[in-house]
């Protein structure tokens, strides 16, 4: 049998912890504190605004729910307010995407005196070139809110996923902005490994991916998959999809999310579901946001990367890509449900090689790989150190454990499927994580 050695650079994950990836700087402010308010990024000629529409204020009430939308000159960091959404109705969680020099806002939910919630099916659209709002695209064919939306090559907007009025919904609905019409794409699987709402994604080249959410059950709790979408360059209308729980324990709800190349952040949010006052659905009370930066590399596949330097918002529905390293998110809650008005610029600092330049560079090597079921695979480290190991399988269930304090061990594995496993390797310096495949 061939042996195929996968070494995985740990200092990377050593140097995550200590330093920052993000240069994180407040810019501004919002005209007013607001939170979960659809945020994106538009051009005036060179000058790059972020934008924000809809939310809630202070009051964290149906009443504090409103319809005003305002930008942040990101260069003086100057803001102002523009006319109102032109609904009938405040919202919250909507999507807001820019294709060209219109800004699409879409979806949300509006909340009654008596505590009813309506989903929206508006698509709203604002020209930033001339500062007004245009007439309202075709309404969306299902009335949605807190779902991920993404835009593919410039040209059509992927809204996936989402709540619906009463349930979670697997739809996959896609708008053209030339043509203004909607269609229809392969839904996801209808089961709570991909239904979500809350959850947030992002596409890179011909692929969806979102994270995190709520699913149905009771109090809502939240996810733990990473879901992808393949799509056909052919027929952007047919995605083939798939899930993987990298880790179980890290979940996320209402984040931003932002690519870098092909890699991927989810910052802020929180652990732990809420309404839109920032109540626990599970009873516990008021949520604390997570304070964190997730980071997954598509191209090193070295699974998750954790980084807690910054005291990032919950209930964040957006962030406004200026450039590929330059990124703005705006309003949102802080610890103890406060509703912010700051606007911070995150810049990126580092690049997965010269992170991996400044430190020893730690190894694990991992073979064979693939592996038959019940076979032995041998795992080597450069350092001894007292670690862990553990071995999930793709729904993120714990099918082995044992203690690895040398500088190598060869690990028995029990009867298994065919399929992809993720072993994880844990000390008091970090994880790491690296996927398994048994034949």
């Known amino acids: 049998m061939i042996k195929y050695t996968f ?19 407040e810019i501004g402010q919002l005209p007013e504190p607001v939170a979960n308010n659809a945020v994106c ?7 790059p605004y972020l934008y924000s529409f809809g939310g809630i204020d202070t009051t964290k009430i149906y009443s504090g729910i409103h319809l005003h939308a305002y930008r942040v000159n990101t260069i003086t960091g100057v803001s102002e307010v523009l006319p109102d959404l032109p609904d009938t109705l405040g919202k919250v969680a909507a999507g807001a995407s ?5 800004i699409y ?19 709203h659209r604002f020209n930033v070139s001339t500062n007004s709002y245009l007439t309202d695209a075709i309404n969306i064919p299902t009335a949605i809110d807190d779902h991920v939306q993404a835009v593919w090559r410039d040209s059509l907007i992927y809204v996936i996923t989402g709540w619906s009025n009463n349930t979670n919904v ?6 053209n902005p030339t ?3 909607w269609a229809t794409g392969t839904a996801t699987p209808n089961n709570n490994n991909y239904k979500s709402f809350g959850a947030s994604g992002t596409i890179i080249g011909d692929t969806i991916y979102y994270f995190g959410g709520a699913s149905l059950g009771f109090n809502f709790p939240a996810q733990n998959q990473l879901r992808k979408g393949v799509i056909n360059p052919n027929d952007p209308t047919d995605i083939s999809w ?4 990298i880790d179980p324990q890290i979940k996320g709800y209402r984040m931003a999310c932002t690519s870098i190349g092909n890699q991927i952040h989810w910052l802020g949010g929180s652990d732990v579901t809420y309404n839109f006052d920032g109540i626990a659905y599970n009873g516990s009370g008021g949520v604390t946001p997570n304070n964190r930066d997730l980071y997954l590399d598509t191209d090193h596949n070295l699974g998750w990367v954790t980084n807690y330097t910054q005291n990032y918002p919950m209930d964040l529905r957006g962030i406004a890509n200026v450039s590929t390293t330059e990124k703005y998110i705006a309003g949102g809650m802080l610890a103890q449900q406060i509703v912010t008005d700051k606007v911070y610029r995150l810049s990126w600092e580092y690049t997965l090689t010269n992170i991996a330049e400044k430190e020893k560079i730690i190894a694990y090597n991992v073979f064979p790989n693939p592996i038959q079921s019940e076979g032995e695979m041998t795992i080597e480290a450069t350092e ?9 399988d793709i729904s993120g269930q714990l099918l082995l454990e044992q203690p690895f304090n040398s500088h190598k061990m060869n690990l028995l594995l029990p009867s298994l499927s065919s399929g992809i496993y993720y072993l994880h390797i844990n000390s008091k310096k970090g994880k790491s994580i690296q996927k398994i495949s048994v034949l």
Do not use: C, M
């Not at 995985?8 to 912890?17: D, E, M, N």
């Not at 820019?98 to 219109?102: A, M």
């Open 7 to 25: 070494t995985l650079f740990f200092s990377f994950f050593l140097l995550v912890h200590h330093a920052q990836i993000w240069d994180v700087l």
């Open 41 to 47: 990024e538009g051009f005036v000629g060179t000058t």
């Open 98 to 102: 820019r294709v060209n020099d219109t």
């Open 105 to 123: 806002i879409i979806g949300g939910y509006h909340v009654f005196n008596n505590g009813h919630e309506l989903s929206s099916n508006k698509v």
């Open 170 to 175: 697997p739809h996959v609905q896609i708008y």
């Open 179 to 181: 043509t203004n019409t």
């Open 242 to 245: 798939d899930y993987e729980v």
């Open 384 to 392: 001894q150190a007292s670690r862990s190991i553990k071995l999930y």
